[in-house]
């Protein structure tokens, strides 16, 4: 009954306001259509000035206040209903608004004997200076510290006084044993008990390890660190998104390889280690969508950053795409079906120019916000087209200015790149998906080494397993993994 009032409560403030003549209502209208117009998206700092705005015109807006306070549920009600309305139409979604307020972060610090070379005196300093760098730029007050290695540690001086240690293993000595990792435990913490409104990091050199080391072989270490994965990435791979980061920092002491778990041979040089983030998929989609998590989401800027892989879902991202109907990067004659408005993704009467063969056309979409290396989004052979005729992706890059022309702005909405399809042939009314495929990225396999003996700057012992086991893990059941697809029609 209070969710039927509630909507009934949205359909009559939207009748009310956009009804009326007034100055400040239509200035409402207005802010909204700035706001999310492009993105189609509402967020925190978008949230806020919507805020500001109606507690300043309060006496104008009574139907959004119960008991003299906001009425959230109202607001977000009459904002869909008036974007539903909008032409052209959308759904709008509301990302980290409200009472929301910013998740709580739980940061997870491996100090293992194989971590704690990362932060030598004798280093450049890049480790901790990533790991400073991204913890400073959350947002909110309750985050939480945890030191991980055989069990899981609350860190009780905080994340502030972490920040502040000169070493930061140091700080962290007597937590645990630091000679084994249990994997199974902190992956099963990440996955299970990160909360609705919470994410969790993980900072760790992915060495899987067993309790007892000595006289394993290394296939053994391989097929156990399967196993745990198996275990542990069941359910919570439907509503759970992870995301793994590669970085590089100077590493300075002993090593333990995989024949050797409690006497380490010297190692001075670069090492690879990983950050992890898992969230829901609502609160991984918020890292970046949400501006208050601008800062902490520009991954590719912490010093000694080499890459991400991203485990989610299919279709976690429903990205904005337009075809430009002219251009330079336009080829042939059609004309985009009626009724579209700015946003074209159907076309008809699609037919090569006079003495050509095929056609070109040139799709604009909107790439950013998305948890995926800039690499990876514009390599061609990472995208898939389903098509009954011969439809290809010939490239995609990011848009310049050349490509801003006065007639191509009505269309790119959003958009930062540029696809190019080529048509071959169209016997008939066909739709086309073009797909963004979920793959493992190539520095998985490049990473990874079977034989650790000889560290080096860039493998990680076992890696390719730990990666694929929570691959297969996330794409169960799916015969063709993709992060996001398009639907156009050509006729």
């Not at 609502?282 to 912490?302: G, P, V, W």
């Amino acid at each position: 009954m209070r969710k039927v009032t509630y909507v009934l409560m949205g359909l009559l403030a939207l009748v009310l306001i956009t009804g009326c003549t007034g100055k400040e209502k239509r200035q409402f209208n207005r802010l909204l259509t700035e706001l999310a117009e492009q993105d189609h998206v509402i967020d925190a700092s978008d949230w806020k000035k919507i805020s500001v705005y109606l507690n300043d015109n309060k006496t104008r807006f009574p139907d959004f206040y119960r008991d003299n306070r906001l009425d959230e549920k109202a607001v977000e009600d009459y904002i869909s209903k008036f974007f539903e309305h909008h032409r052209p139409s959308f759904k709008v979604r509301f990302v980290g608004v409200g009472s929301q307020g910013p998740m709580v972060a739980n940061f997870y610090l491996e100090r293992s004997g194989s971590m704690v070379p990362y932060d030598s005196s004798q280093g450049d300093g890049s480790f901790k200076a990533a790991i400073v760098n991204m913890l400073n730029s959350l947002p909110g007050s309750n985050n939480r510290m945890f030191v991980v290695n055989d069990g899981i540690y609350p860190y009780p001086k905080g994340i502030r006084q972490f920040i502040a240690n000169n070493n930061i293993f140091s700080s962290t000595q007597g937590f645990g044993d630091a000679s084994y990792t249990d994997f199974a435990k902190i992956f099963d913490q990440l996955l299970n008990k990160t909360g609705d409104n919470e994410i969790s990091i993980l900072v760790t050199d992915l060495i899987y390890s067993t309790r007892s080391m000595a006289g394993v072989s290394a296939q053994k270490v391989f097929s156990d660190a399967e196993g745990m994965i198996s275990a542990v990435f069941k359910d919570a791979t439907k509503q759970k998104a992870m995301l793994v980061i590669r970085m590089n920092g100077s590493y300075n002491g002993p090593y333990y390889s995989f024949d050797s778990p409690l006497s380490g041979k010297p190692y001075s040089g670069q090492r690879p280690y990983y950050i992890v983030i898992v969230g829901n998929n609502n609160n991984i989609d918020r890292l970046t969508e949400d501006m208050s998590y601008q800062a902490f989401s520009d991954f590719s800027h912490l010093h000694g950053y080499e890459g991400m892989c991203l485990f989610a879902a299919d279709g976690i991202y429903q990205p904005y795409c337009s075809f430009l109907l002219s251009g330079r990067n336009v080829k042939g004659r059609f004309r985009p079906e009626h009724g579209q408005g700015d946003c074209i993704t159907r076309l008809e009467d699609v037919e090569p120019q006079k003495g050509e063969s095929d056609v070109q056309l040139a799709l604009a979409v909107d790439l950013s916000h998305m948890l995926i290396d800039e690499r990876y989004l514009t390599d061609v052979n990472n995208y898939e087209v389903v098509s009954d005729d011969a439809v290809t992706l010939k490239s995609c890059r990011p848009l310049t200015s050349a490509d801003k022309t006065p007639s191509a702005k009505k269309y790119l909405g959003s958009a930062t790149h540029l696809f190019v399809l080529n048509v071959k042939s169209l016997r008939a009314k066909q739709d086309v998906v073009l797909r963004l495929k979920n793959q493992l990225p190539s520095w998985v396999t490049e990473g990874s080494c079977d034989d650790d003996r000889q560290p080096d700057s860039r493998t990680t012992f076992g890696l390719k397993y730990l990666m694929q086991g929570i691959y297969k893990s996330y794409t169960r059941g799916s015969s063709a993994p993709y992060y996001f697809e398009l639907r156009l029609s050509l006729e």
